[in-house]
């Protein structure tokens, strides 16, 4: 996954982390300078769903445009592995 943060905030006009964390506080979410920081700078390596949905009603978007799928992150063998999940469910399904 790709965390966009910075560009999801930088369209509504947030530049700066301390920005967005005083936005966040309005909204009822107290963030830490250093875990604003992280939030900022990096992909977080975990994050409640609730702080995800403060987060995007701060910010006036969507859990899509803060976590972007990339698949290229994803092996192969896993990616093979999901296809052929996927197409032995839809040959139950339509009885093939």
């Keep these: 996954m790709k965390w966009n943060l910075r560009l999801v905030a930088a ?3 947030i530049w700066k982390a301390g920005e967005l964390q ?3 506080a309005e909204y009822g979410l107290t ?3 250093g875990k604003m920081s992280g939030l900022w700078s ?3 390596v ?7 949905d403060i987060i995007c ?8 445009e803060l976590l972007v ?3 290229a ?16 469910r839809d040959d139950q399904r339509t009885g093939t």
Aim: one cysteine or more; aromatic letters at 0%; charged letters at 20%.
């Design 69 to 71: 799928p990339e698949t």
């Design 22 to 24: 005083h936005r966040l």
């Design 46 to 52: 975990s994050l409640k769903l609730s702080d995800l």
């Design 11 to 13: 369209h509504r006009g």
């Design 57 to 64: 009603a701060a910010l006036d978007c969507e859990i899509g």
């Design 73 to 88: 992150a994803v092996p192969v063998n896993e990616l093979t592995r999901r296809g052929a999940a996927t197409a032995h």
């Design 31 to 33: 963030v830490s300078a």
């Design 42 to 44: 990096g992909t977080p």
